[in-house]
């Protein structure tokens, strides 16, 4: 039987896939998680990995007799999972639209502008001169219009409708639908966001007020239902107040120049302030390596690579993670008793896995 898979660069998963070769499934066969996956109809193929993304390639593939199929019965495409198959080609745009019967067409360019799949739903799309996409219609009434930009402007679907404006650099300034719902946003010239309105006909029903200093840097964030943020910078640290509704609750949150929230302060109803800390330290690269809320701990451990190692909570919770020299992860153990092991070829392929439960798998690649 004649197949098509869907790619990423001719990756799916953990596997790296080559013209030629066969790949064989050793486990236990399960939809969407154990096998190898594609679809007898090309065309569905565009439902799991967009033909009109770069990163796309279908692959012809062959599933020979011997092999087990389990097919997707739920689903109106035509999906399957194997655990057999032998990679045929990888196919061009020209090939999918033959091998489709015409069921999938692309434009002189190579931008899909038609498909219909195996449940008779289909789409179509329009381009302008620049390969941006500016129209869309799919089988159930939806049409999309968009502008030169590429930026959204009208939707219908039956008597419901959507039309958004954007400003020169491409912001979203207006908002209004059929419901009687509009939308408004203003910015400053440093293209900040200083005021965001929603309106239910002609009335206000919600707002956001923001305010920049000199610098660039948010000073105040206001909302119509009496939330307030408040912002003050010092040579080495970064306060943010949080004033809530009637002032019932006042936050204050202190970061140091690294962004790193080193204290945390709440108040509630005028009385005494109830303090409450946070701690969070970083290695010299970035990364959490110590965590601490309250009663809450966390430690966290990397190797040489970057790859996080080990991580253990204050209720004695934990996990184990080991890493091969190429970053491939080929152990993970949980404090609860769980385990997973993993296996590699030269090529990075992964080709073995096991877990305490008693699931594993193996690929054998000829």
């Known amino acids: 039987m004649i197949a098509y898979k869907g790619t990423e660069n001719l990756k799916c998963y953990n596997l790296q896939y080559q013209i030629g070769k066969t790949y064989i499934f050793k486990g236990s066969l399960v939809l969407c998680k154990c096998g190898f996956h594609a679809c007898k109809n090309i065309a569905d193929v565009n439902y799991y990995y967009s033909f009109s993304d770069p990163n796309t390639i279908v692959l012809e593939i062959e599933i020979p007799d011997d092999a087990s199929i389990i097919e997707d019965n739920e689903s109106d495409f035509t999906k399957f999972v194997t655990n057999k198959f032998r990679v045929l080609r990888v196919l061009t745009k020209k090939d999918i ?20 799949y195996t449940n008779g739903q289909w789409m179509k799309f329009e381009y302008n ?6 129209y869309k219609e799919t089988s159930n009434g939806k049409k999309h219009k968009f502008d030169k930009n590429g930026n959204e402007i009208y939707y219908e679907f039956g ?25 408004i946003w203003k910015f400053n010239n440093n293209n900040q966001q ?51 509704q009637d002032q019932i609750t006042l936050k204050c949150i202190i970061y140091n120049n690294d962004g790193e929230k080193i204290e945390y302060t709440e108040r509630k109803n005028g009385k005494t302030p109830n303090q409450r800390w946070k ?7 970035g990364r959490p390596i110590y965590l601490k809320a309250g009663e809450y701990t966390k430690e966290l451990k990397y190797d040489d690579k970057g790859n996080l190692i080990f991580c253990r909570e204050i209720t004695d919770r934990w996990y184990k993670q080991k890493f091969d020299e190429n970053g491939n992860m080929i152990e993970y153990e949980h404090s609860c008793g769980f385990h997973e092991r993993y296996k590699y070829d030269d090529n990075g392929n992964c080709i073995y896995y096991e877990n305490s439960d008693g699931n594993k798998y193996e690929i054998v690649i000829q």
């Open 97 to 116: 639209e033959e091998i489709s019967n015409s069921k999938v067409k692309f434009d002189k360019n190579g931008n899909l502008i038609y498909i219909e």
């Open 129 to 134: 001169e620049n390969n941006i996409l500016v």
């Open 159 to 183: 008597d419901y409708w959507e039309k958004r404006e954007y400003n020169d650099n491409g912001q979203l300034i207006f908002y209004e639908d059929s419901a009687g719902i509009k939308k």
């Open 194 to 244: 200083i005021y965001f309105g929603c309106y239910q006909g002609e009335k206000e029903s919600f707002w956001k007020k923001t305010d920049y200093d000199s610098k660039g840097r948010l000073i105040f964030d206001q909302h119509s239902d009496g939330v307030a943020y408040a912002y003050e910078y010092y040579k080495n640290e970064t306060r943010e107040y949080q004033e809530y």
């Open 279 to 285: 701690i969070q330290k970083y290695d010299r690269n």
